[in-house]
């Protein structure tokens, strides 16, 4: 893992509050932008116990080179001030068993005992988009 100048980095907050962390192939950065623009708006994940933050898949972009898209990240972190982390050899989804995650955005809860409690991939359903929050409850 390596911060958005390419520095080594590990995830923010490990062991100290509840992570949502989008894990996002660059080359579907759109996919469920509505919900996460919704989310940010209307702070609807807010918490003193939870931090939200970005984790660009680039493994899985192998079309983006590393740089362009680490420069991206960069220029739309400087707008709204989200921490954007790079994995870019798949040690996020392998560490986690998360499986096949390119094309897609995945969703993911990690309590601060660094379980993983609640974890989606690709288009979220309303339905996804609900269990998510009645979950997101329990780790505000």
């Known amino acids: 893992m390596v911060d958005l100048n390419g520095k ?3 995830l923010p907050y490990w062991g100290e509050k509840n ?12 996919q469920n932008e509505a919900f996460t623009t919704d989310m940010e708006k209307n702070h609807r994940a807010e918490g003193d ?3 939200g933050f970005g984790v ?3 493994m899985d972009a192998p079309l983006i080179p590393n740089n362009m898209a680490r420069m991206m990240a960069r220029k739309r972190t400087e707008s709204n001030g989200a921490i954007v ?7 996020l989804s392998t560490a ?3 499986g096949d995650c390119n094309n897609k955005f995945v969703l993911l809860l990690v309590s601060k005992e660094g379980e993983l409690v609640f974890m989606r991939k ?3 359903s309303q339905a996804d988009i609900n269990e998510f929050y009645k979950v ?5």
């Open 8 to 10: 080594p980095a590990k």
């Open 19 to 30: 992570l949502m962390i989008f894990y996002v192939d660059p080359d579907r950065h759109k």
């Open 49 to 51: 116990n939870l931090v």
């Open 56 to 58: 660009m898949n680039l």
């Open 85 to 91: 982390l790079a994995d870019e050899s798949r040690t």
């Open 96 to 98: 986690w068993g998360l």
């Open 122 to 124: 690709g288009e979220l």
């Open 136 to 140: 997101l409850e329990n780790y505000k």
